[in-house]
């Protein structure tokens, strides 16, 4: 045997080894993003959302209204998460293609051929030979499951997107559209309900600890949209949370110890998204540290809040304090996915993320006290 017949069975063996690594590879990356019940960083599926996202942002670029850019990225979740599998079976016919071509005399056509007629199980092009014959069952097989995976995996994020959005369309009732924290208090106010909040804030450290699941376990989630245009989970979790921090700090009612365990959640399950999309988040901030809200905004907020009869402390200097202490906790995190999920227009959360794409999309619209 010459130089040129050993390379050229190193090659095949290399080609082979290639295969067999990005068959396995694909199959692990298949479990951990449809089934594994823990986050987990997917290449693939990061690399078909990223790309598609560019597409999706070019394409919204365009459009002239926050809604038509609604319509736009409504499809891009979707979309993305239907190409997902389609890249595992690709990779997959890949992977077999180099198996067969390492051992057997095909040409890489008929390699190629032979593959995506065994992932496909369309028959139209076999082989023979015994061995080759196990690695088209094997790959029709993995081609079968691929289909079923993803099959039990579009009911499981159907369910957590419907528990998701129904307690964000509730939200509406309380804090009005586009919501907002001080129009949820002054309402429970006028209703006589503001010292009786007690299971409202149980109901949404439940719905928190949810989407910190879901959210990082099912990533695609993050990206489907809410069925009206100026709703979003992101948008709702920051309302509940600053009228959380304002009940604690400013109105001056029986301290509820469920409304900062609210916060407590939220702030948890926002920071656990935020790292694992890999967006700027805190870690342990100071009560000191800045936030995004000014004292202006909140003395208007509290200026409001007195029109409509709410009884607030009289310190305002120390409430300020308090208040930022309190929002400091998911501050950062708040805004940083706010921008990712291109979020609408909310005071105190979208209004104010540091994305310029986000800023295309407020079209310079000011939030207004209502």
């Given amino acids: 045997m010459d130089f040129t017949d050993i390379a050229y069975l190193l090659l095949r063996i290399a080609i082979f080894t290639g295969g067999v690594f990005l068959i396995a590879y694909t199959i692990l990356s298949g479990i951990r993003t449809f089934v594994l019940p823990r986050p987990a960083q997917v290449l693939v599926f990061r690399l078909v959302f990223l ?5 999706f942002d070019m394409r919204a670029r365009r459009t002239m209204s926050y809604e038509e850019r609604d319509q736009v990225m409504a499809l891009y979740a979707p979309i993305a998460l239907f190409l997902v599998p389609v890249a595992f079976m690709i990779l997959i016919m890949l992977g077999f293609m ?6 057997s005399p095909l040409s890489m056509i008929e390699s190629f051929k032979l593959s995506g007629s065994s992932l496909l199980t369309l028959g139209s092009f076999t082989n023979d030979a015994p061995l080759l014959m196990v690695f088209e069952f094997a790959e029709a097989l993995l081609g079968m499951i691929m289909v079923a995976l993803l099959i039990a995996y579009l ?14 369309q509730m939200l509406e009732v309380r804090a ?7 129009e949820l208090i002054a309402r429970s106010h006028r209703n006589g309900e503001l010292d009786q909040l007690r299971d409202f804030w149980s109901d949404w450290q439940v719905w928190f600890a949810e989407i910190e699941e879901s959210h990082t376990s099912l990533a695609a989630l993050a990206f489907f949209r809410s069925p009206r245009p100026e709703m979003s989970w992101i948008t709702a979790a920051g309302v509940v949370l600053d009228a959380a921090a304002l009940m604690l700090s400013t109105v001056d009612i029986r301290r509820e110890p469920r409304a900062a365990f609210c916060i407590r959640s939220g702030y948890l399950a926002l920071r656990q998204i935020a790292i694992f999309f890999e967006v700027p988040s805190s870690h342990n901030p100071a009560s000191t540290d800045p ?14 809040l007195a029109e409509q ?20 906790n ?12 291109m979020a609408p227009y909310a005071p105190w959360s979208a209004d104010r993320s540091l994305s ?7 079209n310079g619209e000011e939030g207004k006290w209502e």
């Fill in 51 to 55: 790309n598609v996202r560019r597409l």
């Fill in 98 to 103: 180099a198996i067969y071509w390492a051992l």
């Fill in 155 to 168: 009911p499981t994020i159907y369910n957590a997107f419907t528990r998701r959005e129904t307690q964000v």
């Fill in 176 to 182: 009005g559209g586009p919501p907002s924290p001080w």
């Fill in 291 to 304: 936030i995004a809200i000014t004292r202006h905004e909140y003395d208007d907020a509290c200026r409001y």
């Fill in 309 to 328: 009869g709410v009884p607030l402390l009289p310190d305002r200097a120390q409430t300020w304090r308090d208040y930022a202490g309190w929002r400091v």
């Fill in 330 to 341: 998911y501050d950062k995190e708040l805004i940083s996915l706010a921008a990712l999920m």
């Fill in 356 to 362: 310029p794409t986000l800023r295309l999309l407020m």
